[in-house]
Structures are given as structure tokens and as C-alpha cells.
């Protein structure tokens, strides 16, 4: 262990030099990333509710064939709401919560690069966000295009509320760019000395990349709403045929976002699980430079792969081609992502602690999701599952077993640094078991209804489907019910946990692990020493 | 737990009564053939490779355990490994996309066609016209849900084409290369019919086209597939594949009956006739949001039983039925309705519920409105 714990352990209880302000202050000025990170977790927890209320709407109508709850107005609006909310509310501000609280602490820093910035893109957040879910209680209706708002439907014929949807994204995206830039400056000049970046824990390194790729296209979701907000207002015609403009352009322009925003739901999740296998199979992570240039690799793709989104809009033969090739090729470093989390197992001494169970369930999930991923990327037959719940199926799988399933393992592998306090193991390998049975039931069944033929995004559906989308709903409302679960024991560990040691797991190792637990509110204030023990060599 | 054991039955269940509804439709045509078979490839590709991955997964899970007093292996890297799993995935790819191109290029194989169909997407219905070898409409028509919102709403019983039944199916012969040229009026639509493996977008002002040669004579079932507003799961799409004699009989009969629709624009009806015919056009058109009791559904959809539009001057009545109103979902029924139509929508409207304005809309009124606009 590094002297600088030692020093930690000393002063264990106040050794802050200007701790945390008293009461609501602290939360509303605080410029610590450990404070930031919270608010960012906190955060993002209650939209993954508000999320899932949505989703459990929408289940609950499509339980049975025929409307029973909603007309299918609101039902738009709820599909619409619950896929903007959970990509932008849910999923991408708890993995900025975890870099927030992590990246400092992996690379030995005492904080983030630009607090002041930090403070600013968290608080962003909640009025973007209270921002969009006004719209749902507005005379006109919240949004109701699809989270991809496709014009012209989501323009010359979207509800009046469409400008605070777009003044929403604006500030979003403007929170994502701010909180990148964050966690880049932090990653590139913030590392303890000899701390190089071959040596970086992996979900850093995911952290690094996935930040290249949120600034390079943040901007052009801005440029696409912006657009958006002028032919609505101002009598241009970017996306209307009618004046010149190209219906199809949004769509390009769209997933030219849409497809990197894909792999920036995935990547830091990569990270987490890369971090986890090794610790509870007590053998270092197998293959770590294959693991930094696959996820290389695959950012570089995500940028070339974007109309495989848009088989069916018409483009030219050389162009489904060249875009399907491509996106084939993406299998390969993933292939080789799966293939180095198995070898790392492979010979390991392996427990089964709540974290590596759904790390685990994430690599098996996360690979089904993968499989019809690579199905889908075949154009011809794409034909047959584009805008069907085989879709729905494969999206869902690769983020809600994929990312999410990554982010509470985050939680349940990283809480007992964060509050110093166990979890109770029990109840977690209950929520385990719970969701993943959830997960599955839920969304392994819509492969089927999707191939059956049933599109995507209607609040009815004809006979066949019916059995399918019964079963759907049954495991949608497990799955939603058991996250209460969840915070429930996160609530309890935080209260009257156990208290944690510094290491936490028997395997662990990182420089996160030789801070006391709770990690002090300034993490590393002297650099601590790089051995091999704390970094890959 | 309870829960998760019901669950599981049904599970159970469902596999058991929709064995043939677990998998994508093999078709009717060549192209559908060839992409299922194409699917199935890729299919047990995918479940050979999760076979061997998960294998080796599971026996690790399973012997590599803590509990079983093992001590961890340190290796972490192997250059050679790392070259192996990068090129054979990579060559399984390719042996994929080999198939797949031919598949493509295939369907790409546009041109020749027999008689080419135009199809238009509306919200929330689709419009076929059969074009001439210039391309000039020679008759066309809707093709509007035919479930009834009773259905819908749980009143009566569900029919066995719940949802998937219209109006007028579109029409095709068998055995002749049919080419579709789709676009859309308003919002985004896709046109797919499963069974015959095509699908593509229907986009304002633009034009995609798609061919298909049906071999078996038979009705055809499909649904819009990209999200087009309100109704975007209520405009389902039927074919009819007939026998090609069947087919030229019927489409001689369309011609002569083309004739008859041109002349009905210079009649003058009875207001019995607005009022029967009127009712009929709401039914499909209106219904749907200012349901068939006139009330809508404020304050998204306006009622028009009493509604200052319907009880005031005929020309704003006129007026919002051809154009529409922008920002709002009415649309503008101008291009989809004929003036005969439109004359008898806007008496009944003028006429029914507590209506009671005592005037008449001849479908000369309807020219001369739409007339006087240009």
C-alpha cells in the first residue's frame, strides 16, 4: 500500500481541509466530483423511474390486443418520452456519475479537472429534463415522433411543444460536451505520475474515448434540432421536400449522431465489466491492449455504420453495401472484447459476489444482443426485421442487460467505497435474479413477435401477436417493480451497512482500492506511487 | 415468485400454440425465400459461435470457482489468440456477406416490369394508382382500415383479421413483374408485405421503387412500419394476388367504373343522397376523431356537433375540409376526396347530430370553391 493511505487512515474522520458546506449549499455549489457524481447517480436513478413508469405504461396498454388505457396520441407520446428520457436522463448521466466519482480516483487525482464546469453540466440536467416532462402536461401533448423525431413528422406536423423539445436537447447536449471536456482534460493531464495511459484502468480508457466520441457528435445533434427549430419558425426548408428540402438528409444527419450515441451508451459499460471480471476471478484482465485498441476500433466504426439505420429509406446499391460490409466488420472487435472477458475467467478462482453476477449476465445478454445486431446488419433480411420488435428486442438487449445491468453492477462493486458501508448480499443476489429474469421475459419474447411480423411503435396490435406481448408485459412489470428493490438496498447500505474495508474484494486492484473507504472528499491530495499491484504493466 | 411461475407457464404456453409464429415468414416469393434462408444462415451462425463461446463460458463458471479450492492462473495475454479471434470472425464474415450481396443484388434487379402501381402513403391510409406506360393515373383509390373502432375498443368481438382487414385491398395479377413506385402526401410511411420480402419508406416528395412477382394467387397481409403519427398503427396494407384473368377483368371493370365517378361530379343529388353517402365518407375519413357522435375529443380533436365551423358559412366549412388546417392533425382532404365526396361529407356534417343548417352542397359547389382558389 502507498504512503498516501497510510496518511489517509491517520486523519480518517476530518481530515478535510475544506469539507463539504452545510445542507442544501452544498449540493447546489459544490464544484467536488465526488458530490457531482452523486448528484449525477441520484439523478439519473429518478429518470430511470420516471423512465420506466413510461415503459409500464406502455406494457400495461399492449398487455392485451385493443386499447384499454391510453388512446393512441398518449401512447406516442409515452414511447416517444420514455426512449428520450432513458438515452438521454437515465442512461448517460449515471455513466458521467461514475466518471465523475471514479476517473480521479483510478488515475490518483484529487479532483476533476474543471470543477466549476462540473457543477455547471450537472445542474444543467434538471431543468432540460423538467423542461421536456412539462410537455406531457401541456394542452398540445409532450413529443410524439420517436425518440429519433423524424421530420417531417417532427416538424411541420409535431405538437406546439416541439421548441421546448428541441430547447431540452440544446441543453443536454450542451451539459454532455461540458461534462466530456471534463473528463477529458481530467484523463490527459490530471494522472499521477507514472500513471501512462497503457497503464490506465480500462474504464478509463473507455471513459477517454467515449468522451472523444460525445464531442464530436454532440454538435451535430445540435445542428439537427437547430435546423429542426428553423423550419418550424423561421420558413426554411432543410428537411421539407416541398421547398427544396430532403426528408431523408434528417435521417443521415440523425444517426450520423444516433449510431456513435449507440456506442456511447456501451463503451464505459465495457469499462465496468472489464473492471469486475478480474476482481472476482482473481487473475488480471486477459488481453488489456487488445481491449484499448478494440475500443478504438470500434469508435472509429461507429462513424461509418450510420445508415445501416436506413436500409429501407431507398439509398443506392454501392451505398447498402458499402454500409452493410461496414457494419459487419463492427462484430470483429466486439468478438474480441467477448473472447478476452471469457479468457479472463478461464482459469480464474471465481465468486459469484452480486456485482459479477450481473457483470456476467451482461456478457452473455450483452453478446444475444450482439448476435441479432449482426443479423440485423444483413441488409436483405433487414428488410424483414427493420422498424419491427425484432428491433426492440435487439436494442433493448444490448441496454438494458448490456448498459444498465453495467451500471448497477457499477453501483454494488464501487458503494462500498463511495459510503464505507456494505450492501446486503442476499437481498442483491435477489435483485439479481429478479432482473435478470425480468430482462429476459420481458424482451426475449419480442424476437419473436418482431419476426412474426409485428412493427414497432403502435399501441394495438393484430391477434397472433397477442401471446407474446402478454408475456412482454408480465416481465416488464418484474423487472420494474424489482428496481424498487434496489433502492431500497442501496438506501439500506447507505444507513446501517456493514462498514466496508479499504480493499472491499479480496481480488481488487486500482488505485480507487487503496484510498480508505469512505474515499476521502479530496481524493489524492499528494500523487500516490504507481506499482503494479495498482496498474496494468 | 408467484408471479415468475405464471410467467413461466405462459411462457410455456405460448411457445406451444404459436410454434409457427416463433420465426420470420419464409413467403411466397423468390426474393422472400432467399432472404429467409438467408436469416436461417446467419441464424444457426450465430447459435454455433454463442455454442462455442458460452461453452467455454459455462465451464469456466462451473470448474473455475473459488469454492472448488482452485488457485487463479496469472497469464493475461497471448498475441497469437488475439490474432486468431480477429480473422477467423472475420472470415466467418465474409462468407456471410457473400450470399448477401448476391441476395441484394438480386432485389435490385429493378426494370421490365408488367404494370407498375403507384403507392401513396397518407396518415392513416394508403392510396393505390395504376399508372399507364406514361405514367398518367388511370384510376386509383383508397385502401382504409376496415376494423371498427367498437372492435377496437373492446365492444364486440375481435374479427380474425383484427386490425390487418381494409376497405379495397390493392390488386395484382400473378406471375407479371409488378414494379411499385412509393412516396407519401404528408409524414413518413413504410409499405411492407412480409410474405412477398419487401419493404421500403414512403417519403414526401420522393419517389422509391420496389418490384415483386407473386407465383400463388392469394390475400396478402401487411402494416406501415415507420412511425407516422396518431394512427400509424391502424393503416394496415392488403394484396390481392389474383389469377391474371380474374385480374384483367377486374381492372376492365375499374376503367368503366372510372367513367361513372367523372360523371357523378355533374349530378345534382337529393339530400337524402348527401345525407346516405356523407355518412359513409365520415365514417372512414372523420370518425376516427370527431367520432361518429360528432363530439371528438377536446381539446385535441373538436366536436362538430354544434361547432361554430359546421353551423357557419359553407365557404369556411369548404375551406378547412380541402386544405386542412396547419399545425393541427386535420388534415387537408383536397387530393384524397373527390368534390362528390366532399359535397356529401359537408352536408352531412352541416345536417346531422343537432345540425341543422337547411342548406345543400352539390358537388358543383365543391368545383367552384376548389376553383376559385387557384
Redesign the interface.
Known amino acids: 500500500m502507498s504512503e498516501v493511505v497510510e496518511a489517509g487512515h491517520g486523519t480518517h474522520d476530518d481530515h478535510h481541509d475544506h469539507g463539504p458546506d452545510k445542507g442544501l449549499a452544498r449540493w447546489l455549489f459544490t464544484t467536488n466530483h465526488k458530490d457531482i457524481g452523486t448528484l449525477y447517480l441520484w439523478f439519473s436513478f429518478t429518470m430511470f423511474l420516471i423512465g420506466g413508469v413510461l415503459a409500464l405504461v406502455i406494457r400495461a396498454e399492449l398487455f392485451q390486443p385493443g386499447l384499454q388505457f391510453v388512446n393512441p396520441e398518449f401512447f406516442n407520446q409515452m414511447t416517444t418520452n420514455h426512449g428520450l428520457i432513458m438515452v438521454f436522463g437515465a442512461i448517460m448521466p449515471a455513466f458521467v456519475g461514475l466518471a465523475n466519482w471514479l476517473v480521479p480516483m483510478m488515475v490518483g487525482a484529487p479532483d476533476m479537472a474543471l470543477p466549476r464546469m462540473n457543477n455547471l453540466s450537472f445542474w444543467i440536467l434538471p431543468f432540460a429534463f423538467a423542461m421536456l416532462i412539462s410537455t406531457l402536461f401541456m394542452e398540445a401533448g409532450g413529443p410524439n415522433f420517436g425518440w429519433t423525431f423524424y421530420a417531417p413528422l417532427s416538424t411541420t406536423y409535431a405538437p406546439e411543444t416541439v421548441t421546448y423539445f428541441i430547447f431540452g436537447v440544446h441543453l443536454m447536449g450542451a451539459s454532455s460536451i461540458m461534462g466530456s471536456i471534463n473528463i477529458i482534460a481530467t484523463i490527459l493531464n490530471m494522472r499521477a505520475p507514472g500513471m501512462t495511459l497503457m497503464k490506465m484502468p480500462l474504464f478509463v480508457w473507455t471513459w477517454l474515448i467515449t468522451a472523444y466520441l460525445l464531442l464530436a457528435v454532440m454538435p451535430v445533434l445540435a445542428g439537427a434540432v437547430t435546423m429542426m427549430l428553423f423550419d418550424i419558425h423561421f420558413g426554411t426548408s432543410f428537411f421539407n421536400a416541398a421547398g427544396g428540402g430532403d426528408p431523408v438528409m434528417f435521417q443521415h444527419i440523425f444517426w450520423f449522431f444516433g449510431h456513435p450515441e449507440v456506442y456511447i451508451m456501451i463503451l464505459p459499460a465495457f469499462g465496468v465489466v472489464s473492471q469486475i471480471i478480474p476482481t472476482f476471478s482473481r487473475k488480471p484482465l486477459f488481453g488489456y491492449d487488445s481491449m484499448v485498441y478494440a475500443t478504438a476500433s470500434i469508435a472509429f466504426l461507429s462513424f461509418i455504420v450510420w445508415a445501416h439505420h436506413m436500409f429501407t429509406v431507398g439509398m443506392p446499391l454501392a451505398g447498402q453495401l458499402f454500409f452493410m460490409y461496414a457494419t459487419m466488420l463492427i462484430a470483429v472487435p466486439t468478438g474480441v472484447k467477448v473472447f478476452n472477458w471469457v479468457s479472463t475467467m478461464w482459469q480464474g478462482a471465481m465468486t459469484f459476489e452480486t456485482p459479477m453476477l450481473f457483470a456476467i449476465a451482461f456478457v452473455i445478454l450483452f453478446t444475444i444482443g450482439g448476435f441479432s445486431g449482426l443479423m440485423l446488419a444483413i441488409t436483405p433480411a433487414d428488410y424483414q426485421y427493420h422498424d419491427t420488435y425484432f428491433v426492440v428486442a435487439h436494442f433493448h438487449y444490448v441496454l438494458v442487460p448490456g448498459a444498465l445491468f453495467s451500471i448497477i453492477a457499477a453501483v454494488y462493486y464501487w458503494l462500498p467505497k463511495w459510503c464505507g458501508r456494505m450492501y446486503d448480499e442476499s437481498l442483491g443476489k435477489l435483485h439479481f435474479w429478479l432482473s435478470f429474469i425480468g430482462v429476459n421475459v420481458t424482451f426475449f419474447p419480442q424476437h419473436f413477435s418482431g419476426l412474426a411480423g409485428m412493427p414497432r411503435r403502435i399501441p394495438d396490435y393484430a391477434l397472433q401477436f397477442a401471446d407474446f406481448n402478454m408475456l412482454s408485459s408480465i416481465g416488464a412489470f418484474v423487472f420494474g417493480f424489482s428496481q424498487l428493490l434496489f433502492l431500497y438496498l442501496v438506501i439500506k447500505a447507505i444507513r446501517s451497512g456493514k462498514p466496508a474495508t479499504d480493499r472491499v474484494w479480496e481480488g481488487a486492484h486500482g488505485l480507487e482500492w487503496t484510498l480508505p473507504s469512505p474515499a476521502p472528499y479530496h481524493s489524492f491530495t499528494q500523487p500516490p506511487k504507481i506499482t503494479d499491484a495498482e496498474a496494468h504493466s | 415468485m408467484a408471479?415468475?411461475c405464471?410467467?413461466?407457464v405462459?411462457?410455456l404456453?405460448?411457445v406451444g400454440?404459436?410454434a409457427d409464429?416463433?420465426?420470420?415468414?419464409p413467403g411466397v416469393t423468390e426474393?422472400?425465400r432467399?432472404?429467409f434462408d438467408?436469416?436461417m444462415f446467419?441464424?444457426w451462425i450465430?447459435v454455433a459461435?454463442?455454442v462455442v463461446?458460452?461453452g467455454?463460458?459455462f465451464w469456466?463458471?462451473i470448474h473455475?470457482?473459488?469454492?472448488?479450492g482452485?488457485?487463479?492462473?496469472?497469464?493475461?495475454?497471448?498475441t497469437k489468440?488475439?490474432i486468431a479471434?480477429?480473422l477467423v470472425?472475420?472470415l466467418i464474415?465474409i462468407g456471410?456477406?457473400w450470399p448477401?450481396?448476391q441476395?441484394?443484388?438480386a432485389?435490385?434487379d429493378t426494370g421490365g416490369e408488367d404494370l407498375t402501381v403507384e403507392v401513396r402513403g397518407y396518415?392513416w391510409k394508403w392510396q393505390y394508382k395504376y399508372l399507364d406506360d406514361d405514367y398518367n393515373a388511370t384510376f386509383g383509390f383508397f385502401s382504409n382500415l376496415a376494423t371498427s373502432q367498437d372492435?377496437?375498443?373492446?365492444r364486440t368481438e375481435?374479427g380474425?383479421?383484427?386490425?390487418?382487414d381494409v376497405d379495397e385491398p390493392l390488386r395484382i395479377p400473378v406471375n407479371r413483374k409488378v414494379r411499385f413506385l412509393i412516396t407519401a402526401e404528408?409524414?413518413?410511411h413504410?409499405w411492407?408485405v412480409?410474405e412477398f420480402?419487401?419493404?421500403?419508406?414512403a417519403?414526401?416528395?420522393?419517389l422509391?421503387?420496389l418490384w415483386t412477382i407473386v407465383p400463388e394467387p392469394g390475400v396478402y397481409r401487411?402494416?406501415?412500419?415507420?412511425?407516422?403519427?396518431?394512427?400509424?398503427?391502424?393503416m394496415p396494407i392488403v394484396v390481392h394476388a389474383m389469377p391474371e384473368d380474374e385480374y384483367d377483368a377486374w381492372y376492365a371493370e375499374r376503367l368503366v367504373a372510372e367513367e361513372t365517378r367523372k360523371e357523378a361530379l355533374s349530378k345534382t343529388f337529393t339530400e337524402e343522397e348527401l345525407m346516405v353517402e356523407g355518412e359513409a365518407v365520415y365514417a372512414t375519413y372523420c370518425a376516427s376523431c370527431h367520432m361518429p357522435n360528432g363530439k371528438g375529443?377536446p381539446?385535441?380533436f373538436p366536436g362538430l356537433d354544434g361547432s361554430a365551423i359546421a353551423l357557419g358559412p359553407l365557404e369556411d366549412h369548404l375551406d378547412i375540409i380541402v386544405n386542412g388546417k396547419?399545425?393541427t392533425a386535420m388534415q387537408a382532404f383536397g387530393k384524397q376526396l373527390d368534390a362528390a365526396q366532399i359535397a356529401a361529407v359537408t352536408h352531412y356534417e352541416r345536417h346531422a347530430w343537432s345540425n341543422n343548417v337547411g342548406d345543400v352542397t352539390q358537388p358543383r359547389d365543391v368545383i367552384e370553391f376548389t376553383s376559385s382558389q387557384e
Open positions: 408471479r415468475l405464471v410467467g413461466f405462459l411462457a404456453v405460448a400454440a404459436g409464429e416463433l420465426n420470420m415468414t426474393i422472400s432467399s432472404i438467408l436469416h446467419i441464424f450465430c459461435i454463442g463461446v458460452f467455454a463460458m469456466s463458471l473455475h470457482r473459488k469454492s472448488q482452485v488457485t487463479p492462473a496469472t497469464f493475461h495475454e497471448s489468440l488475439e479471434w480477429t470472425p472475420t464474415l456471410i456477406a448477401a450481396t441476395v441484394l443484388v432485389m435490385y396518415q372492435e377496437i375498443r373492446g375481435k380474425e383479421f383484427y386490425l390487418l404528408d409524414v413518413i413504410a411492407w412480409p420480402g419487401i419493404k421500403r419508406d417519403i414526401p416528395g420522393m422509391n421503387d401487411g402494416q406501415c412500419t415507420e412511425l407516422c403519427g396518431k394512427d400509424h398503427g391502424f375529443v381539446p385535441v396547419t399545425g
